[in-house]
């Protein structure tokens, strides 16, 4: 494996990992939505590289689509805000729709969207996250229906997951250290 980059702690997910972990996921959702025409809508930009993967991994008739939300500023902390900085450009109702997203942290931007989205009465939504933080004695707001991994409450980046817009060309997942951050 690839040395990782200076200021990454550990990788928890390798190359050789997303690669697995992406395919089971394109072959669930395959199996779930084979008559379904999804429409794929990915929340930049984190989870462009996660999305670029896992709709090749998909086989049976879908679209895609992207909206930009922003909740963390530039740095770590959520700021609570959740702003839609670009909107979907096809219309949903009645659409079988699959967002999905590169971290679920507390759920919050997603439940926000979700409840956005459903008011344009598609015929469903559900949620494919690439990876979901574990805090202990916290349930994130939303359920996705498609999980890639679990991964420890630190900050993570690598696979489109940025710090302050840096890392996102990492080809594998890590923690970054906190010394770079603190
Ligand atoms: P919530 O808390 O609303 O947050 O689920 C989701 C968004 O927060 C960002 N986020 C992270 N970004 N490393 C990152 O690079 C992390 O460990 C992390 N945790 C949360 C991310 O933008 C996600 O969409
Ligand atoms: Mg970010």
Redesign the pocket.
């Known amino acids: 494996m690839a040395e990782a980059h200076p200021d990454i702690e550990s990788i928890l997910l390798s190359e050789e990992e997303i690669k697995e972990i992406v395919a089971r996921m394109g072959k669930e959702i395959t199996r779930d939505y084979a008559d379904k025409n999804p429409l794929v809508i990915a ?1 930049l930009r ?2 462009v590289v996660f999305m670029a993967d896992v709709m090749r991994a998909i086989t049976c008739p879908m679209s895609v689509d992207f909206m930009a ?4 500023a530039d740095g ?1 902390k ?1 700021s609570g805000v ?1 702003r839609i900085v670009k909107d979907l450009d096809t219309k949903i109702e009645g659409r079988n729709v699959l967002i999905v ?12 969207l979700m409840r956005m989205l459903q008011s344009r009465n598609p015929a469903s939504i559900e949620i494919a996250a690439f990876v979901v ?1 574990d805090i202990e004695g916290k349930k ?3 359920e996705p229906r498609y999980v890639g991994a679990h ?1 420890p409450n ?4 690598g696979y ?4 302050a817009e840096r ?1 996102r060309n990492l080809p594998y997942l890590g923690i ?1 250290k906190p010394s770079v951050y603190e």
Request: proline share 3%; no cysteine.
């Open positions: 929340v984190g989870a939300v922003s909740s963390y770590v959520s959740v997203e590169d971290i679920l942290d507390s759920g919050l931007t997603l439940s926000y933080k994130p707001a939303v991964v630190a900050f993570v980046v489109g997951l940025d710090y890392y970054l």
